[in-house]
């Protein structure tokens, strides 16, 4: 068994509301020197042995990430 991490990241040209807004609450909070933040997803999948790194790609770009404005990437952690 291994673990499988898939970061899901907005592609850099959208947009990203939900990381203005955290840049601004940490204005708010008097946080100062955070010049920019980025929300994104991580997926922790447990797979067995006979998952291979195609059939982990195809799980993010048909179902985990939407590739028209997020980018992907997967690590293998413990393996």
């Not at 940490?26 to 020197?33: M, N």
């Not at 797979?47 to 404005?69: F, K, P, W």
Request: no cysteine; aromatic share 2%; proline share 3%.
């Amino acid at each position: 068994m291994a673990k499988v991490v898939v970061h899901v990241m907005p592609k850099a040209e959208i947009l990203d509301p939900q990381g203005q807004a955290i840049v601004g609450a940490l204005r708010r909070l008097g946080v100062t020197g955070v010049l920019d933040v980025r929300q994104g997803k991580r997926f922790e999948l447990e797979i067995d042995g006979d998952v291979t790194d195609e059939t982990v790609a195809e799980m993010a770009e048909s179902l985990l990430a939407n590739t028209v404005i997020e980018d992907w990437s997967v690590t293998r952690e413990g393996a």
